[in-house]
């Protein structure tokens, strides 16, 4: 006889009982209860719903352009755009000075160039990050040092990070990677105890809080980008702010080619090798916007991040993302990971089987760590030898637990639009395909 349990009509769900069926001992056994098989096995798709979209820009950003307009000038020096929006910026970070720049990339060279970071010297920092945190050390003719990360915070590990140091060090560049804070407190520690600079990288970061401060504000300067994936974006843009006064004047030179605009004729006389990173006066308008509506997508993207770990935290065969202790995240991405040895498969068939259930997810973010690009294990990132990191032997094994992480992460998407029927079906999705994964295994 058939038994019919449970029928759920809003996903379209069947738990259903299968015949009873004979025992070697002469009694009778119920089969077990069994979800229906997923989407990559034949079932039907979990998502059932599209994921909630948005429309990023509008009236608010159209009435800061127009102003713009009428203003009758786009360059910050004239205009009140960009001076508006460094203002609203240290505000918001809890800083005394921020400083516009042209795009995150940007901001993280002003901030070298400031530092005075100089051929050959070291700058420590994460394998897992963007291009865009390196190439201003390679500029400025300094070294790439990499550390390894924490395996479930995917952030600098401080152990790691002591134990590059030499005497060429300078600086560390700690990434707080998906919205999630690094271990200040434990960095700023060895930051002061060798003499040494700490710039924050908070580009996947905006709103992001560390034991109640900003990120960005507990580092020597802090850098932050608005490009078109990010928080808020104004299509390119980037901000340092500090707590410095001399940093901060350094921080916009370093943004306007050396030009001291505040002493009038003298301006023209650079003093240092600085570059044209200003953020025109359109840009700032669209971020002034944007900045309006950070607090809700923060608080969204909480709340998503949040209550997506607490449908899964119970689960076999796969590891959540977990914040930093005191850091409230603000959620760019949400990467898990998957234990083969557990599951039975590896981090390409999980994705490959969220994304058949609907899910918009990917395997190994960015596929492996930075060093393990061309451009460091050839040392070719210019036509001809002699920059100081082209004696620095990058190759595979460096940081094995970054490699690890890359080799078992799965990405998932996370958006302010995504709405509750989003999270019910995108948690349910993980757990049918977990479960049929392990009862494989």
Not at 15 to 20: G, I, K, M, N, V
Not at 340 to 358: I, R, T, V
């Amino acid at each position: 006889m058939w038994f019919f349990s449970l029928i759920e009509e809003q996903r379209g769900l069947f738990l259903f009982s299968l015949p009873e069926t004979n025992n070697p001992d002469g009694g009778m056994e119920m089969k077990k209860s069994v979800q229906d098989i997923p989407a990559i096995a034949g079932g039907n798709p979990t998502k059932t719903v599209p994921y909630g979209t948005r429309t990023r820009y509008g009236k608010e950003e159209l009435k800061q352009l127009k102003e713009v307009i009428d203003k009758g000038t786009l360059f910050y020096v004239y205009g009140n755009k960009v001076k508006d929006l460094e203002r609203r910026i240290a505000g918001l970070t809890g800083t005394e000075y921020a400083v516009a720049a042209s795009s995150g990339t940007s901001s993280i060279h002003a901030a070298m160039i400031a530092l005075g970071i100089s051929p050959g010297d070291e700058i420590i920092t994460a394998p897992i990050t963007d291009m865009g945190s390196l190439i201003p050390i390679l500029y400025q003719g300094a070294v790439p040092v990499f550390a390894d990360i924490c395996p479930h915070s995917y952030t600098l590990s401080p152990q790691s990070v002591e134990e590059r140091i030499t005497d060429r060090t300078r600086a560390v560049l700690a990434i707080h990677l998906w919205g999630n804070a690094c271990d200040l407190a434990a960095l700023k520690a060895i930051c002061l105890r060798h003499n040494l600079f700490l710039i924050e990288d908070c580009a996947q970061a905006w709103g992001c809080t560390y034991k109640g401060r900003s990120v960005g504000a507990i580092g020597n300067i802090g850098c932050f980008s608005m490009n078109e994936s990010k928080h808020i974006s104004c299509g390119e843009g980037g901000v340092t702010v500090a707590g410095d006064k001399d940093i901060a004047r350094r921080l916009r030179l370093a943004t306007d080619k050396c030009y001291d605009r505040e002493s009038g004729a003298a301006f023209r006389d650079p003093s240092f090798l600085a570059n044209n990173y200003r953020m025109s006066e359109l840009q700032a308008a669209i971020a002034l916007a944007q900045l309006d509506k950070l607090a809700g997508i923060v608080e969204r993207r909480r709340w998503w991040g949040t209550e997506l770990s607490s449908r899964l935290h119970d689960l076999e065969g796969i590891t959540l993302p977990q914040p930093t202790s005191g850091c409230d995240p603000t959620w760019w991405f949400y990467m898990l990971r998957v234990k083969p040895e557990k599951l039975g498969c590896n981090a390409d068939e999980y994705a490959a089987a969220l994304k058949a259930e609907g899910l918009g997810a990917t395997a190994h973010y960015i596929g492996r760590c930075v060093y393990e690009y061309l451009v460091f294990t050839r040392h070719s990132a210019f036509e001809r030898s002699g920059h100081p990191y082209e004696k620095y032997d990058y190759h595979t094994g460096l940081c094995p637990i970054a490699e690890k992480v890359l080799e078992t992460g799965v990405v998932l998407p996370v958006s302010e639009a995504f709405t509750d029927i989003d999270l019910e079906e995108t948690a349910e999705a993980i757990c049918r395909v977990t479960r049929w994964f392990m009862g494989k295994a």
